[in-house]
């Protein structure tokens, strides 16, 4: 999943927006350095991927995007996931997507300190240009996916990938509304105080 869904995750399960944030930058199984709600976060983050990464719809999702793009995948499809959870957010969500934003935006400032530096960039560069809001529009997630690409070693293949989203539109929508109510059953039955 990408970031909106992993906010939403943090706000549903009451744990550390900078810890779900942080999962994809910290590594390791050391995370005694940080608060312990920090690291509960950063361990939610995993389980969250790892459930995510092995769902039966995730992988048809990501079976959808072209053979070119297929060493990608994985990647455009948390992109759009978090598209399809920003165009349904009422769906999910009692806030509004603005409001739910603004107060992640807040959270993670808050913690900046205990961010590392390519960690405190992204949160800039989230809040300025309002991304979590921004997911609704599919120009936007063009222009992410092509963010994206620009940070990677192999990143041809990559840029332009906002097509295959739209090429692959209602099927991935089809695969999202029916992987998400599954994940949030499984996020409430994680035991959070064992983590």
Known sequence: MNFLAHFHL?????????????GDFVKGAEL?????SVAT?????????LYT???ALVKE?????SPARRRFAGI????????FLARSWRDWHADSLQDFADGVYTSLLVEYELMPPRAQRTVRHMSEHDWLNGYARLPNIYRSLDNIAARLSRRTAMYGAG?????????????FLGFYPELL???EGVNIDSM
């Open 185 to 187: 059953a499984y996020v």
């Open 76 to 83: 455009i499809v948390d992109v759009a996931f978090d598209h």
């Open 32 to 36: 005694n350095h940080l608060p312990a």
């Open 53 to 55: 990464d092995n769902h």
């Open 61 to 65: 999702a990501i079976a959808l995007i």
């Open 10 to 22: 943090a706000d549903l399960s009451a744990t550390s927006f900078t810890g779900n944030f942080l």
């Open 163 to 175: 097509e295959e989203v739209e090429l692959q539109y209602q099927a991935l929508e089809a695969c």
């Open 41 to 49: 976060g950063i361990r939610l983050h995993r389980a969250i991927d």
